[in-house]
């Protein structure tokens, strides 16, 4: 039986399975609030592991963040003496990153403004209120 009664271009190409895995390893590598974090502090270049390090993390934590997203290929990385580096591995990721931000920003709306004494002006007094 078919799903659907009306005529049909026949849809998108769909990407090989491999290629869909692959996408999705980088989704679930990205999907993690404090690894994003690190994407956007390399993007804009090479940096330290210890530079990725916050004031109140551990390094071993930052590590372990940074390896998966190196096993995601996401990050490219090399090491100088005692001391490892990190960037992103390509513009694609750069562009996937910028991307998913925007959107979440669309999805956000405006920033809230902060609130102003002149909001108030107009409002009508209400019982027991002083000007």
Same mark, same amino acid.
Not at 11 to 39: Q, S
Not at 93 to 118: F, M, T, W
């Given at each position: 039986?078919?799903?659907?009664?009306?005529?049909?271009?026949?849809?998108?190409?769909?990407?090989?399975?491999?290629?869909?895995?692959?996408?999705?390893?980088?989704?679930?590598?990205?999907?993690?609030?404090? $690894?994003?974090?690190?994407?956007?502090?390399?993007?804009?270049?090479?940096?330290?592991?210890?530079?990725?390090?916050?004031?109140?993390?551990?390094?071993?934590?930052?590590?372990? $963040?940074?390896?998966?997203?190196? $096993?995601?290929?996401?990050?490219?990385?090399?090491?100088?003496?005692?001391?490892?580096?990190?960037?992103?591995?390509?513009?694609?990721?750069?562009?996937?990153?910028?991307?998913?931000?925007?959107?979440?920003?669309?999805?956000?709306?405006?920033?809230?403004?902060?609130?102003?004494?002149?909001?108030?002006?107009?409002?009508?007094?209400?019982?027991?209120?002083?000007?």
């Amino acid at each position: 039986m078919p799903r659907c009664e009306h005529p049909s271009d026949g849809g998108p190409d769909i990407p090989a399975t491999v290629l869909l895995g692959h996408a999705a390893e980088f989704f679930r590598a990205m999907g993690d609030l404090e $690894r994003l974090r690190l994407l956007t502090m390399l993007q804009d270049g090479e940096r330290c592991v210890g530079e990725l390090v916050g004031e109140h993390e551990k390094l071993s934590t930052v590590s372990a $963040r940074l390896q998966a997203l190196h $096993r995601a290929r996401l990050l490219h990385r090399r090491r100088e003496a005692r001391h490892i580096y990190y960037r992103l591995a390509d513009g694609h990721v750069a562009s996937l990153l910028n991307n998913a931000l925007e959107h979440a920003a669309e999805r956000l709306g405006p920033p809230l403004q902060p609130i102003q004494k002149e909001d108030f002006d107009d409002l009508p007094e209400t019982p027991g209120s002083r000007s």
